[in-house]
């Protein structure tokens, strides 16, 4: 697939340093085609220095190599060939240009929400492309979904069966219908039974019922989703379940379409293993096979949607050091710009994990001591890293966190009020575009701010960047106010909040 046309958003390439292979100490092969280093012992991502990255983004920031994310799509691609569907997971990574890139390499989107729906829509999917699967829609979420035309419309529940059924009779309207299962495996130490997803396999000829008795209900599709999936058997184990339930459906005169089976493909993070994607090259014809076997005569299309294994080893978070503690004897811990909460929450939400963090900036400085790294909120269990083997570091210094291209920018929080970092793509030959700015205050308060006012909208967006303007003038209210939309922009320091901050100036002198 061709690389986009190229954009005036995108930044020049820098001249590229020459660069050197980085100590296996660190290496990982997974992040071989676009991590090396130059002499200074700076890392460079396709060859441009993080240095430069941060002279020109400022820190923290995510960095996503485009490279990565098509190499890592076309493999899919390969493996399961043009007849198997690939619908990316959009709540893995929901940025608008990954969504674009993973349109031209040839993938459909499994969305779980309106929202992202929308954004599929902004990406420039067809309605068609898109299938809509979570575990609870409203009413309006079905009104949109049906009224766009999506491909499939994913019942979780008996109660989402019931909801869809309600909606498609209030629009005179059919909805095609996947229902999900839970097929309660037990396969070594992987096991659906406590799983929340889907509707379990021993209700599933009720759940059948119900949507038959729907004149508007047209199932045509079963879905399961396995959670994290780190043996390929567990693939085969639900495709035979489902496949015997598309045969007692075609018994019954029911025509099953599409059976989805999911992500949750692994990933790795630090030293975890994850089966590449090629273990899975035979599963199409072991398919094929499947279906001959069980005598299913109408086309079945068969789907998966991966999720982190095409984006999350193609993330760097770039942060910066912006302290250091020495806890006792043999404890130290440096403080970056960045937090758990705000920048990479799987550190909070999934135990034990450990992600490899890179000194960026002394790549060759021996590595002499262990220690922690913590964010900046102020919550004490916040803790991005521990006992690392790191170089001795001040602040200043870049760290690189790896492997953060799902589940961290899309799950990242406002906590104490910090906005959430920008984004920029980097393309092999160097260039970088950013693809989203960091929050702006105005955006965080907006919520608030609509329903209390305090402050008018057009009054926050002079507050928007405050620290890159003179804090002090905005303090005495000299900064001159441009008239707002609505004419409610006050120069002249009689802005509520200039009045606010001249009340504290009074207050703090007294
Ligand atoms: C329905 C569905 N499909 C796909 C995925 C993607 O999973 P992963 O990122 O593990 O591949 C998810 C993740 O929650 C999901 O809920």
Redesign the pocket.
């Known amino acids: 697939m061709e690389p986009p046309p190229k954009e005036r958003s995108w930044k020049k390439a820098p001249r590229i340093s020459r660069h050197q292979r980085i100590s296996t100490r660190y290496m990982r092969d997974r992040w071989e085609r676009f991590l090396s280093q130059d002499k200074r012992g700076m890392l460079m991502i396709e060859g441009v220095p993080v240095d430069e990255l941060v002279a020109r983004y400022g820190t923290p920031i995510y960095v996503y190599v485009e490279s990565e994310i098509r190499k890592r799509a076309q493999r899919f691609k390969k493996v399961f060939g043009p007849e198997i569907g690939l619908q990316f997971?959009v709540?893995?990574n929901s940025n608008l240009e990954i969504l674009r890139i993973l349109r031209e390499e040839g993938f459909e989107l499994?969305c779980?929400s309106v929202g992202e729906l929308i954004l599929g829509l902004l990406a420039d999917y067809k309605p068609k492309q898109l299938s809509f699967?979570n575990l609870y829609k409203n009413e309006r979420d079905l009104f949109f979904a049906t009224k766009m035309g999506v491909q499939s419309v994913t019942a979780d529940s008996i109660e989402d069966i019931e909801q869809i059924a309600r909606t498609a009779k209030k629009l005179k309207k059919h909805i095609d219908v996947a229902i999900r299962v839970n097929p309660m495996l037990e396969i070594g130490s992987y096991s659906t039974r406590d799983n929340k997803?889907g509707i379990p396999i021993g209700y599933i000829d009720r759940a059948i019922d119900l949507a038959r008795k729907s004149p508007f209900v047209d199932l045509n599709g079963f879905?399961f989703?396995g959670g994290?999936v780190h043996e390929t058997r567990v693939y085969k184990a639900a495709a035979r379940a489902m496949i015997k339930l598309v045969r007692r459906c075609q018994d019954r005169g029911i025509k099953i379409k599409s059976l989805s089976l999911?992500?949750?493909?692994p990933a790795a993070v630090g030293d975890e293993h994850a089966f590449p994607i090629e273990d899975m090259k035979d599963f199409p014809r072991w398919f094929n096979r499947l279906v001959e076997r069980n005598g299913i005569v109408n086309p079945l299309r068969l789907v998966f949607?991966?999720?982190?294994?095409i984006v999350l080893n193609a993330g760097i978070g770039l942060t910066k050091v912006v302290s250091k503690k020495r806890l006792g004897l043999k404890k130290r811990m440096v403080v970056v710009d960045s937090s758990a909460y705000n920048f990479v929450p799987d550190a909070l939400v999934q135990e034990g994990l450990h992600y490899d963090l890179l000194p960026a900036s002394k790549m060759n400085a021996p590595r002499i001591h262990k220690l922690t790294v913590g964010g900046n909120t102020c919550d004490a269990w916040e803790i991005i890293s521990k006992d690392l083997h790191m170089p001795k570091l001040r602040a200043g210094d870049l760290l690189a966190i790896m492997d953060v291209g799902?589940?961290a920018q899309v799950m990242a929080s406002n906590f104490n009020t910090i906005k959430r970092a920008a984004i920029v793509l980097m393309r092999p030959d160097g260039t970088t575009k950013l693809i989203r700015r960091r929050d702006r205050y105005s955006e965080m308060f907006a919520p608030e701010l609509d329903v209390l006012k305090i402050a008018g909208r057009d009054e926050l967006e002079h507050y928007n960047n405050l620290y890159r303007v003179n804090v002090d003038k905005y303090w005495r209210g000299q900064v001159k106010r441009r008239k707002g939309r609505n004419g409610n922009g006050n120069g002249n320091g009689h802005s509520p909040l200039a009045k606010k901050f001249r009340e504290l100036e009074e207050a703090a002198a007294r």
């Open positions: 997971a709540k893995c499994d779980s699967t997803y879905h989703f994290y999911g992500g949750g493909f949607e991966p999720g982190k294994s799902a589940y």
